[in-house]
């Protein structure tokens, strides 16, 4: 029979309450806050971009991505609000707002989002006429344009072509005939455009000679003649060209210098004034003194 009384069971090793090193090392890990972060939102992450990933792979997923994307973008920018409904053009006459508006949207509504506001301003710049523009959608949807055109101060001869020439010596256009802009002085010679302040001080100073000047010659690119009618030409020094122009006109004034027959006043040479007569003075007075030497001999 077996005995009712358990005997004691030999004393087993005692359990170590220590974590193994794998444990010790997870939970001195868990410790650390930057690998707490990791595991809370780096693991998560990497889990959706691989999702992600996995689907993007797909080409026909792409392009359903892709025309999402479309649709959103052209819907968003068609709203209306962003639609420009008209154009407002102005500060320019008919021939140059014509250039301009060929430059410009021709349909509208167009969305402001479709339009290069900047390449339209820097295209409309490059036009001769055109010193500076403004560009800009206004508030009411209208897309206005101003422009601020060169103002021509004179015509350069440049070969054939007639060149309109603002004050900063830049084209703004082209005529077909000196009849075109008689009003506006007429400068010509290699070089003209870039003394244009020069030659519009010379202008103001030719006073009473102002209804017989025909133009002014830039000559060698260092200085100015000053063309008259019947042919008459002052020929100015490369310094002090606008004095030299007052001293023949108070030559003139006194002694009625330019309504003889007088070609080249010549006033290069500041010391020394020189008169050229025209070629039929020339020879009658050539005539004169072979007739008076003649007579001189025959005495």
């Known amino acids: 029979m077996r005995s009712l009384i358990r005997r004691p069971v030999a004393d087993a090793a005692p359990r170590d309450p220590a974590p193994s090193r794998l444990g010790y090392r997870y939970q001195r890990l868990m410790l650390t806050p930057g690998f707490r972060s990791t595991v809370r939102i780096g693991v998560p992450i990497i889990l959706i971009l691989s999702i992600v990933g996995s689907w993007y792979s797909k080409p026909e997923n792409r392009a359903e991505f892709a025309a999402t994307?479309?649709?959103?973008?052209?819907?968003?920018?068609?709203?209306?609000?962003?639609?420009?409904?008209?154009?407002?053009?102005?500060?320019?006459?008919?021939?140059?707002?014509?250039?301009?508006?060929?430059?410009?949207?021709?349909?509208?509504?167009?969305?402001?989002?479709?339009?290069?506001?900047?390449?339209?301003?820097?295209?409309?710049?490059?036009?001769?006429?055109?010193?500076?523009?403004?560009?800009?959608?206004?508030?009411?949807?209208?897309?206005?344009?101003r422009l601020n055109p060169r103002v021509p101060v004179a015509l350069w001869r440049d070969g054939a072509t007639l060149r309109l020439i603002d004050a900063e010596g830049t084209e703004s256009g082209q005529i077909n005939a000196r009849a075109d802009r008689l009003e506006l002085p007429l400068i010509a010679g290699d070089g003209a455009e870039d003394n244009i302040d020069e030659a519009l001080h010379l202008f103001a100073a030719a006073g009473p000679l102002i209804e017989r000047v025909r133009g002014l010659v830039r000559?060698?690119?260092?200085?100015?003649?000053?063309?008259?009618?019947?042919?008459?030409?002052?020929?100015?020094?490369?310094?002090g060209a606008v004095a030299a122009l007052d001293r023949v006109i108070a030559l003139n004034d006194a002694q009625d210098m330019l309504n003889r027959d007088v070609a080249v006043v010549d006033m290069r040479n500041a010391a020394r004034p020189t008169l050229r007569m025209n070629e039929e003075a020339a020879d009658a007075l050539r005539r004169v003194n072979t007739t008076t030497s003649n007579n001189g001999a025959g005495n």
């Open 69 to 145: 994307i479309k649709d959103t973008k052209q819907t968003f920018q068609q709203r209306p609000q962003f639609m420009v409904q008209t154009l407002n053009l102005t500060g320019g006459d008919l021939t140059v707002m014509t250039e301009v508006a060929a430059l410009l949207p021709s349909e509208f509504p167009v969305s402001s989002f479709d339009l290069d506001l900047e390449k339209i301003r820097a295209d409309i710049e490059a036009l001769d006429p055109i010193k500076s523009a403004s560009v800009r959608v206004g508030q009411a949807g209208a897309l206005e344009v």
């Open 219 to 239: 000559m060698g690119e260092r200085r100015w003649d000053m063309v008259l009618d019947r042919d008459q030409r002052i020929l100015l020094p490369a310094d």
